[in-house]
C-alpha cells in the first residue's frame, strides 16, 4: 500500500477557508467510506477530527468539515484560526491485512 | 479520560532489540482493537501492527513481518511492541492507539526509537 496524496503546504488568512485533499485509489479511499483525518500540531500526539468521511466526534468545532468523491477525500477548514496551524493527516481503512493507509500529510499555515 | 502511556524507547544499535510497552487506562481494555503507529522524524505517519481483543488476531506491515511482534495482557491493560532485528530505517516515534471499528480515535504522547550505532 503506498501513502495517500496531500498537498504539501495550504495556508490561508484567519476567517477564511482552507480545503485539504487526499487522494488513493480504488482499493483504500475509492473502497470505503472509512476516511479519518488528524491534526498533529508540533511535538504532539494526533487528534482525531473527522471519521468516517465526514463525522466529527465530540468536541470537535464544526468548523471542520470532511467529504469524498471517488478516491479523493478532502477536510474543510471554515473560519480559519490561528490554532488550526499545524500538520493534518489523512488515513483510510484499506482492508484487514493493511487497515490504515496514511496520507503524506499538510502543512496548514494561518497567515 | 482515555489514558494511554507508552514506555520502553531509547537507543538501541542495529540487530538490537527493544521492547514497548503501553498503560491503558479510563476505558475497557479488552473490549478494542489495539494499533501501534509510528513516525520517522520529519516524516509521516505509519501503521506498524494491529492486534485484535482477545490477541488471536495479529497484522503487520510489510517493512516489519517477521521482526516485530505485537501482544497484549488484558488483565494489566497493556499493549506490547517487541522489536528485533532493528534497523536504521525503524527509528521514529512509536504511537500506542486505540482503535475505533475503521479508524484510530486515541493515541498516547509516543515513545522515540533511536537505532544507531
Known amino acids: 500500500q503506498s501513502a495517500l496524496t496531500q498537498p504539501r503546504s495550504v495556508s490561508g488568512s484567519p476567517g477564511q477557508s482552507v480545503t485539504i485533499s487526499c487522494t488513493g485509489t480504488?482499493?483504500?479511499?475509492?473502497?470505503?467510506?472509512?476516511v479519518s483525518w488528524y491534526q498533529q500540531h508540533p511535538g504532539k500526539a494526533p487528534k482525531l477530527m473527522i471519521y468516517?468521511?465526514?463525522k466529527r466526534p465530540s468536541g470537535v468545532p464544526d468548523r471542520f468539515s470532511g467529504s469524498k468523491s471517488g478516491n479523493t477525500a478532502s477536510l474543510t477548514i471554515s473560519g480559519l484560526q490561528a490554532e488550526d496551524e499545524a500538520d493534518y493527516y489523512c488515513c483510510s481503512y484499506a482492508g484487514s491485512y493493511t487497515p490504515y493507509v496514511f496520507g503524506t500529510g499538510t502543512k496548514v499555515t494561518v497567515l | 479520560e482515555v489514558q494511554l502511556v507508552e514506555s520502553g524507547g531509547g537507543l538501541v544499535q542495529p540487530g538490537g532489540s527493544l521492547r514497548l510497552s503501553c498503560a491503558a487506562s479510563g476505558f475497557t481494555f479488552s473490549s478494542y482493537w489495539m494499533s501501534w503507529v509510528r513516525q520517522a522524524p520529519g516524516k509521516g505517519l505509519e501503521w506498524v501492527a494491529n492486534i485484535k481483543q482477545d490477541g488471536s488476531e495479529k497484522y503487520y506491515v510489510d517493512s516489519v513481518k517477521g521482526r516485530f511482534t505485537i501482544s497484549r495482557d488484558n488483565a494489566k491493560n497493556s499493549l506490547y511492541l517487541q522489536m528485533n532485528s532493528l534497523r536504521a530505517e525503524d527509528t521514529a516515534v512509536y504511537y500506542c492507539a486505540r482503535e475505533m471499528a475503521t479508524s484510530i480515535d486515541y493515541w498516547g504522547q509516543g515513545t522515540l526509537v533511536t537505532v544507531s550505532s
Open positions: 480504488s482499493s483504500d479511499v475509492g473502497g470505503y467510506n472509512y
Open positions: 468516517d468521511v465526514s
